[in-house]
């Protein structure tokens, strides 16, 4: 099946680049993956999200960017991509259980995953006391105390960010020695509401019916487990932009992440365009990648127009 435009991902980026596209009848078709409606349906209440006041639920906000895009035309397909050609157009996808699909334009708003740790009682506890991200779920602790386990600068800024609602952050981390920059570190190490815990490597979680009670550790110190008590766990070890079906076909920065043209969502493939965190390693809002998700459907616009143009 040949397409003007692909759209890949449907989290903001994804589902507001298909509105503006099916808005411009351009009829795009979007593939859903195995995280339908991205990050935001694993958080419960956004607060931030302009335009609701009282706030309102992760996957709600995801339902109705999705039905506001179907208003407009937009065609979904729920289907894994396997692998991509972009070394000529159309562009070629390969998609589990469909086959081959071509595209003039292709969008790439696959995200970025939070990685956890993996050890029990962890994912049975997201959103129980248990985060990959502060400014999302911080809000939810005034008052209690909290553990971010990492030692690079994202649990550097996270701790920081949630001292500002927390009575207590201790950073846990499994060397005595961070990987966060100097001035990270410095800035974490001046705040009184941090506390530290280093050689320790997170082995479970704890949790009753309440939810998060604390987080069992190996002290490579002394050899012993110990208990820590908690109400909340953020987890910040690093996020994975979910590119590996890429295949190294466009330009990709030391962390994976789709380098764009600055100003732009132009990657290094005329015609291919990039949104929301798959690009964006550092402001990672539903905001930020809606807005850009609005900025790759007017440049994939533009690239088409460009391409009528040609064969008249
Ligand atoms: P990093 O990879 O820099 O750090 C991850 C941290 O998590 C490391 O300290 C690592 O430990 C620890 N870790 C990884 N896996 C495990 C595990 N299984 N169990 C316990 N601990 C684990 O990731 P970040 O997200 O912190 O940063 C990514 C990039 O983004 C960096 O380049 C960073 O500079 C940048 N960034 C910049 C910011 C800014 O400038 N404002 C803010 C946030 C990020 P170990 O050290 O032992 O490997």
Known sequence: MHNKSIIIGTGPAGLTAAIYLARANLNPL?????????????????????????????????????????????????????????????FILDIEGKGKMTTETLIISTGASAKYLGIPNEQENIGRGVSACATCDGFFFKNRELIVVG???????????????????????????????????????????????????????????????????????TGEQEWMSAHGIFVAIGHRPNTTFLENQLLLDDHGYIVTKPGSTETSIPGVFASGDVQDSIYRQAITAAGSGAMAAMDSEKFIESLQRVHV
């Open 30 to 90: 979007v593939i859903e993956g195995p995280e339908p409606g991205g990050q935001l349906t694993t958080t419960t209440e956004i607060e931030n999200y302009p335009g609701f006041p009282e706030g309102i639920q992760g996957p709600e906000l995801m339902d109705k960017l999705k039905i506001q895009a179907e208003r407009f035309g937009a065609e979904f397909y729920t289907g894994w991509v396997n692998k991509v050609d972009l070394s000529k157009r159309p």
């Open 151 to 221: 030692g690079g600068d994202t649990a550097m800024e996270e701790a920081q960010f949630l001292t500002k609602f927390a009575s207590k952050v201790t950073i846990v981390h499994r060397r005595d020695e961070l990987r966060a920059s100097k001035i990270m570190q410095d800035r974490a190490r001046s705040n009184p509401k941090i506390e530290w815990a280093l050689n320790r490597s997170p082995l479970e979680v704890m949790a009753d019916e309440h939810g998060v009670t604390g987080l069992n550790v190996y002290n490579s110190s």
